[in-house]
T-cell receptor, first 111, second 113 residues
Framework: DQQVKQNSPSLSVQEGRISILNCDYT??????FLWYKKYPAEGPTFLIS?????DKNEDGRFTVFLNKSAKHLSLHIVPSQPGDSAVYFC??????????FGAGTRLTVKP | KAGVTQTPRYLIKTRGQQVTLSCSPI?????VSWYQQTPGQGLQFLFE???????NKGNFPGRFSGRQFSNSRSEMNVSTLELGDSALYLC????????????FGPGTRLTVL
């Protein structure tokens, strides 16, 4: 069962514009959420995380927003750069459960 | 500090064979998780080991098994390979069980012919 869903398999944006990647989850027990970035031939690398006690976490050009009532989180990248082109995975976990990942969204940032 | 290493990087097997993949976590990390990545399915959780004990297991058949050694290194084994087992197998390590940020290895690309 897909407890974490990324409904957009791909996203294309222009360099300098905002990229918004979305993620929905179904398990209300999840209380910790992460975004990973994956380049071809490499393993995913951690990007940013957010605890359920917060609704926003910012790190440079990357901001993650959490809407617990809607069971939805999003990753904003501003401004987008060509080097941001990668597959982005949303992940969620709770203290006693394994981490669940979404199917990923392939972001392409065009120069 | 060296990252997570996985061996081999690429593997070709035929149906019915069995395979063992290896993962060496970051030094000091005691938790190792395994994931299967296939196109369109994202990362599917296989199992997690912590202090040599399987802590969690995903929804995979019994042909998939794993273990962890006292030095935290982990192996996963797939017996009686099927064509659908072709995937990228990723190992991730963390200081503590999967609640925290995980560090991924580059993966082992398994092709079953």
């Amino acid at each position: 069962d897909q407890q974490v869903k990324q409904n957009s398999p791909s996203l294309s944006v222009q360099e300098g514009r905002i990229s918004i990647l979305n993620c929905d989850y179904t398990n209300s027990m999840f209380d910790y959420f992460l975004w990973y970035k994956k380049y071809p031939a490499e393993g995913p690398t951690f990007l940013i995380s957010i605890s359920s006690i917060k609704d926003k976490n910012e790190d440079g050009r990357f901001t993650v927003f959490l809407n617990k009532s809607a069971k939805h989180l999003s990753l904003h990248i501003v401004p987008s750069q060509p080097g941001d082109s990668a597959v982005y995975f949303c992940a969620a976990s709770s203290n006693n459960n394994d981490m669940r990942f979404g199917a990923g969204t392939r972001l392409t940032v065009k120069p | 500090k060296a990252g997570v290493t996985q061996t081999p990087r690429y593997l070709i097997k035929t149906r019915g064979q069995q395979v063992t993949l290896s993962c060496s976590p970051i030094s000091g990390h005691r938790s190792v998780s395994w994931y299967q990545q296939t196109p369109g399915q994202g990362l599917q959780f296989l199992f997690e080991y912590f202090s040599e004990t399987q802590r969690n297991k995903g929804n995979f058949p019994g042909r998939f098994s794993g273990r962890q050694f006292s030095n935290s290194r982990s192996e996963m084994n797939v017996s009686t390979l099927e064509l659908g087992d072709s995937a990228l197998y990723l190992c991730a390590s963390s200081l503590e069980p999967s609640y925290n940020e995980q560090f991924f290895g580059p993966g082992t690309r398994l092709t079953v012919l």
